[in-house]
């Protein structure tokens, strides 16, 4: 219940000087989604790389690479969770909106609201105890069951990482839906208009 507490008045400070610095933690925001997003497609690149240069190794030079299976799986959470703020950003998740589409355009307003700002919640609680996981692992060394013995700790850390961005993303979006006069789409949810002013410089 403490930690929950804690996780509550982490997310008001948190939400308060995103509420006041809003087109300036966009901006932020933008710049840390997009440099890890081509982190996370230069890692799937890097993944494609080792799964093939195993198979070459294992089925021709009869000689696999050891550890590859769990490297690869540890690659995997960087691989998503770098990249999951970017894609809300975007609103690429697949979701369903059949029902949400054919409500009053004003609940369809506050119904979003609500998802987004519980969402907020959700992410934050789920960034905290990943955090905590992943500084365990770091603490007492987990490694991977077999060689080379991997260490954890980096995989772990991208969870966090990617709840917290995910978090901030959503509650800017929310801030717009509640107020798109004094919170801009463009200024503070629309990454693409920011890559486009950004390549005109």
């Known amino acids: 219940m403490q930690e929950l507490l804690l996780i509550f008045c982490i997310v008001l400070a948190v939400g308060t000087v995103v509420t006041v610095l809003a087109v300036k933690a966009a901006a932020l925001l933008f710049l840390i989604e997009r440099y890890l997003t081509y982190a996370s497609a230069a ?12 198979v070459f190794m294992r089925y021709v030079l009869n ?7 769990e490297g690869s799986e540890l690659l ?3 691989i998503v969770f770098f990249a999951v703020s970017y894609t809300q950003a975007l609103r690429g998740h697949v979701g369903m909106t059949i029902l949400i589409d054919s409500l009053p355009p004003k609940a369809k307003n506050t119904l979003e609201v609500i998802t987004l700002l519980l969402s907020v919640g959700t992410c934050a609680i789920l960034s905290y105890f990943s955090f905590k996981y992943a500084y365990n692992c770091w603490l007492i060394g987990d490694v991977t069951m077999t060689p080379p013995y991997f260490p954890t700790w980096p995989s772990a850390l991208a969870i966090p990482v990617g709840y917290m961005l995910l978090s901030i993303r959503m509650y800017l979006q929310a801030l717009h839906l509640l107020m798109p006069d004094y919170y801009p ?6 990454e693409s208009v920011l890559f486009k002013e950004e390549i005109a410089h």
Do not use: A, K, W
């Open 76 to 78: 995997v959470c960087i």
């Open 185 to 190: 789409e463009n200024d503070v949810v629309d």
């Open 63 to 69: 000689s696999p690479i050891p550890g590859h299976l």
């Open 43 to 54: 890692v799937i690149i890097g993944v494609m790389c080792f799964v093939g240069t195993e």
